[in-house]
């Protein structure tokens, strides 16, 4: 586990007695919130492609006043607020990557309650970074901390957190303490990370391939096998393990077979030991079908993470279920493995908190509410002014 | 101050006149078309504004924009109104939507109005250059910037793009938007032009008749921004006609000098059918007509139908269809006692 405070708390009285005025503060600049999350989330950023989004975050930033921007080598946005003594780094760090293609519409609806559009509950963590400062600003807060406000690049996927390790291995601001932003669900409360292995199976026929042996029906078909025996692997209830078959692409069409099938999964567990054994089985079936079938097999692992984190009683963790409470927001436990991963591997405390609630409507359309936004913006605020308050004995 | 008609002729061949022409419009391209990103600083266009003393309205016409209005005022309100105060006031003028148009419009902090309410005592008439003109009577601005509301990517630039020019620039009375810049081009010349009824209609119809006016890149984009004192005295056609008159109008009375044009570069709407654009067409057309004529440069038009016709297959039988396009005009502003009563003029 990450930090050595344990012994510490942070005073939250300060920023949950001011709880209502961030929440009013946050509905008074509804506008500019939703201008903010529209003209990020409009600009299409697919993993390796969101250097125009960040760079738009940076200007969104830079029309704020804050002096200290960039967007770096990898394509992350930073800007930094001074604090007043900045003795403590604190940083706020939301994913500006997306799984959506640069050629789908980006296009957001606006209607008085919710807003329509590709990717949202993505892009709702930059645009809430965005936000956050004129919200201080309008609200007269200064901190005592440095705020860094990371909108990383290279993040889902095969980005494997590239932006954020890229940020954390090079900047000149040794990070205190971070809290990492997700669209939903509003009562996200992360604060450690599960083991994890993401990988592509690729199935290829060759062009000389045998039609009369077995599984001779093409790659679907091998594909299909290999499929059966990773549901057959056996899961225990503790630790929690699961796998994920996320998607399979192949053939071109009807009437004709398959020459090619990848599948692309991910291994998930509590105990690095466990996707460690299955991530061996996994390549055992690759192997084994390779063999009866003939077909070229192979097993791509790009990203892996450990499990780790901080407990439910670190003062970070304690400080961010206060503020959920004193806000009437229930508290939704998860683990993550997104830019919190890249965190707990460097020792640093970290949370992942939600904004808003959303639903999918459709592959690539979400739905996303406004007025949980108000709360979702006063319970990031207020836990960053804890934080900043130091820790006291 | 009102407009004079005094007869204008048509251009002359002379070889002469033409290269004047030539010059003429290539020098006003040069120091009058801009690219929204000229105007980026919005803190130094804020300052401008203040020091100038002029207000700024957005005016945004509306029929049945639901699922758009909402981004519209949103953007313009958030970006020019709470984050930089640039605009003062921000409007929706609608047409009598059956939709939630004017609750959705209103809900983001827009003012909003149905046209038959303002000036009721005048008899009503439907169309967006209605609402254009009764805009001038129900806003306080001395600038108003009209803006659709189906534009799918609306920025604040299509806001701050138009009124900087009339912002930085006295003399400069009328701003229109055009939208150039394409994301991928390969060659250092591309062609650079308006849609399918600019070009094949509006364009030739100036190269005939106002050649400098073919310098403005899209004459009919819905987005422009215009000081008062030149909005009150044009007459305002209430269909498809009204920026075709306007253009007229102004450049009649101020020359081309007073039209300045700002590049926004992409626009995303919804695209028209052909026969849409027919109607259009045959508006435009009657508007322009009606403009030679009062502008003494033809003399003999014969009364023009109203009556559009077109064509449908049906199997091996084809139907003609009547549209009854009307362009109807309102006076200038500046005619009606109640503008002048509330303006004190």
Known sequence: MTGNEAQHTFDTSGPVNRLPEFVHAAKDMREMAIGNLVLVGEI????????????????????????????????????????????????????????????????????????????LSTSLGVGTLATLPMMMDSLGIKLRSNLILLATARSAGRGNLEGIRYFLANNKYPVSYGICLKGSPLGRLSYSSIGMVRADITCRVPSEYDWTRFGASGAVLTMNQIISNISAIPLPRKPVTNIVLGSIDGGSTYDRIARQVVLKFEIRSEDAAMVHSISEQIDDIVAETAAQSGAEITLNVFAHREPGGIQIGHPLVRCCRTIMNALQITPRIMPSTSEHSALIDNKIPAVTLGISTSESISDEQDQLKISPMYKGLAQVLAAVLAVDGGLSA | MKFNRTIRHPPSSDPREAKRVGSSIQEWIDHNTYHHSDFRDIRKLVEAKKESGQTISVCIPTLNEEKTI????????????????????????????????????????????????????????????????????????????????????????FVYGLVAPLIYRPEVRYVKAFYDRPLVFSEGVRPSGGGRVTEILVRPLFSLFFPELTAVI????????????????????????????????????????????????????????????????????????????????????????????????????????????????????????????????
Not at chain 2, 96 to 109: I, L, P, Y
């Open chain 1, 44 to 119: 299409p950023a697919p993993t390796f492609q969101e250097k125009r989004r960040t760079q738009e975050f940076v200007h969104r930033l830079i029309d704020c006043g804050i002096q200290d921007c960039s967007v770096d080598e990898v394509g992350n946005g930073i800007g930094i607020i001074p604090g007043e003594s900045g003795e403590q780094n604190i940083l706020l760090a939301a994913n500006a990557d997306s799984i959506h293609g640069i050629d789908i519409d980006h296009a957001i609806s606006v209607q008085p309650d919710h807003l329509i559009g590709c990717g």
């Open chain 2, 70 to 157: 909402g981004k519209t005022v949103v953007m313009v309100k958030g970006e020019l109104m709470d984050r930089h105060p640039l605009v003062d006031e921000i409007a929706v003028i609608d047409s009598g939507s059956e939709d939630n148009t004017r609750e959705v419009a209103a809900e983001f902090g827009a003012d909003v109005y149905l046209a038959s309410d303002i000036l009721p005592d005048l008899e009503p008439k439907r169309g967006k250059g209605e609402n254009l003109w009764k805009a001038i009577y129900q806003l306080k601005g001395d600038i108003i910037c009209y803006i659709d509301a189906d534009i799918k990517n609306i920025h604040s630039r």
């Open chain 2, 218 to 345: 899209q004459p009919l984009s819905g987005e422009y921004a215009v000081r008062r004192d030149v909005l009150q005295q044009v007459p305002f056609p209430i269909g498809y006609g009204v920026e075709t008159s306007h253009l007229i109008d102004v450049y009649d009375k101020y020359g081309l000098s007073a039209f300045a044009q700002t590049d926004l570069d992409q626009r995303v709407h919804r695209n028209q059918a052909t026969t849409d654009l027919g109607k259009m067409a045959f508006g435009i057309l009657r508007a322009f007509l009606a403009r030679l004529k009062s502008l003494g440069m033809v003399k003999d038009l014969p009364d023009l139908s109203v009556i559009l016709r077109q064509f449908q297959a049906r199997d091996t039988k084809y139907e003609e269809i009547e549209y009854e396009i009307r362009e109807e005009e309102r006076p200038p502003m500046i005619t009606i006692p109640e503008y002048k009563e509330k303006f004190g003029l």
